[in-house]
């Protein structure tokens, strides 16, 4: 046996935060250490961070980022093999790079090839794709050379090799060529968003990888809310020769977690032995490049490659969704020096939903890091630090507001107290008829003559959305608090939400996630809820009041008896739409096509009438989702115009698609 003991980390870093970012690099170096790892993978980009968007063309960046490196890391792995990131520039172009630190010493810088440019990502605009089989030496300012490039390195005897990420995703993945040069490692320093389901994904190319390479490998993540709206889970997978060793925790609140296993590269060797059946002398042999370290001796360990319960829950979705949410608050409040939460809670589905992510942000925060360490993470704020329980901490940090008008009802002002005093948070009751009937009167004069539902139901009912904006935002001035935002993705889909009215706030959590499933993950909190580590779960029993009542906006007179689903139409079915029209690209007849096939049991005509009246909606409100608050990522459906879905503000409204359709 040859064992030797690999580790991966995930770090919670923040663009252009140098020193936070260089603490929990060193601590990541020091817990490998102390677990005896003499291999540490860190994540890509993490001496800048990965969200530096047009900062990373700063000269400036470039060169602290560098600093930081020599400086302060590269002394501090001594006795350790390590790869950080950061990007370098050479002949004018920034690379996206893997320095490979041994001993103290820079050996290398691994170039990525393959850049991720779709999605939420845009790598091709800040850096440039290594050309395959390239190497060249750099000049660093300490005035040693290094090679940068398409290398790979033999450390010991032990020959280590990189996969940045977006590579192993790819057909051509370089694993493939270094398989032909006997590497024993694989690397793999990644930020990989969360999206649902993605872990499984991440398992298969690790574990195809690891059995198809005859490799071992590690992959090590980014962990948190970085930069405001890709939040990344973390979750280090350590695999070989197709065996999954060790499985890092996900979504945790930690800011540096370093996972380690034991790995036989004599079984790995074996492995690539009886899989070979031609051999090619390998080219490249000058980008081998050769680094003296001795390993220490290893003793063999257990695997350990089970991940927490949750993972395995048959209800895996509104697990990954609370615990999301809950995760990407968090970070989003500390990083943003915020002193807690408010929410215009109404009684409904959506600010019911993020007022209870709040209340699990405090849940699973102490459950995953204990009271004290979540209190310094918010040591800016010096009320917090006087909580000893949960219950204290939900009621200083979450405020809501219910906001009345002579069209509220008893039932929503009851499932909004009840909401809040379910999580605990301050509730407060804010009349605001006067100041509506005030504003139209005024415009009344103006016009000279009465406003009335018959003639202006649109002006009515968004006058009413809109003067609950002031008073939500003073309060949360009064705080100096985050507004949360409580609008949905259906809803920006077709434009159903108040410019200036429900669209206000700092932040929008909720609106990457589509009604009809926000509606199911509050009917599973209100019953069954997150499995904590003891295996009781985390409920609100309050939401009940809530999942009763048919979502409305409640902005018409009573007897109008409104609802969403009447304004616009059912929203499995408008999800539906929404999926096959803007995620899949369909024309409207293809989408009345499918929708024939979804949704038998209603008319055809109706279901014409439906995507007719979704795609104008959708035309007509592109400058709405332009506006909306910074959103959360959480799936392949994300409506966000500035990282995932582009479309014009001003279009021709596929006039002619839909002539096609009515005719059809």
Known sequence: MQLIKLAGAVLNQTPLAWEANLANILAALDQARTQGASIVCLPELCITGYGCEDAFYAPGVQ???????????????????????????????????ACLLVNGQVAGFVAKRFLAGNGIHYEPRWFTPWPEDERVDVRLPNGQTAPLGDIYFNVGGVKLGFEICEDAWVANRPGRKLYSHGVDVLLNPSASHFAFGKLAVRKRFVLEGSRAFGTAYVYANLLGNEAGRAIYDGGTLIASSGN???????????????TSAVVDIAEARMAQAQASTVFNVPQMQDHCIDVPFTFPAQAPEPARPHDLAWEHSPTLQEEEFARTLALGLFDYLRKSYSRGFVVSLSGGADSAAITCCAWLMVQLGLESIGLEAFKKKLDYWPALQNCQTAAQICHELIATAYQATRNSGEVTLNAARQVAQGVGAQFHEFNIDTIVEGYKTIVEGGLGRPLSWATDDIALQNIQ????????????????????????????????????????????????????????????????????????????????????????????????????????????????????AIRDKKMPIECWQLMQVKFPHYPAAQLKAWVDKFFRLWCRNQWKRERYAPSFHLDDKNLDPKTWCRFPILSGGFERELRQLAGA
């Open 63 to 97: 060169q602290t980022a560098l600093e930081i490196l020599l400086h302060d890391i590269a002394p501090r792995t001594q006795g350790l093999v390590a790869c950080v990131g950061l990007p370098l520039m050479y002949q004018n172009r920034i690379f996206n790079t």
């Open 244 to 258: 999954l060793l060790a499985v890092g925790p996900r979504l945790t609140f930690h800011q540096v977690l370093v």
């Open 465 to 580: 959305a809109r003067v609950r904006s002031p008073s939500i935002w003073m309060l949360t001035n009064v705080r100096g608090a985050l507004l949360l935002s409580t609008s949905n993705r259906s809803e920006a889909a077709v434009g159903y939400a108040t410019m200036d009215g429900d669209t206000s706030g700092g932040l929008s959590p909720i609106a990457g996630i589509d009604k009809a499933f926000l509606r199911q993950w509050l009917r599973w909190l209100e019953t069954d809820g997150p499995l904590t580590a003891s295996g009781q779960p985390l409920t609100v029993p309050a939401l009940g009041y809530v999942n009763r009542q048919a979502p409305t906006a409640e902005l018409r007179p009573p007897e109008n008896k409104q609802t969403d689903e009447d304004d616009l139409m059912p929203y499995d079915l408008l999800d539906a739409i929404e999926e096959a």
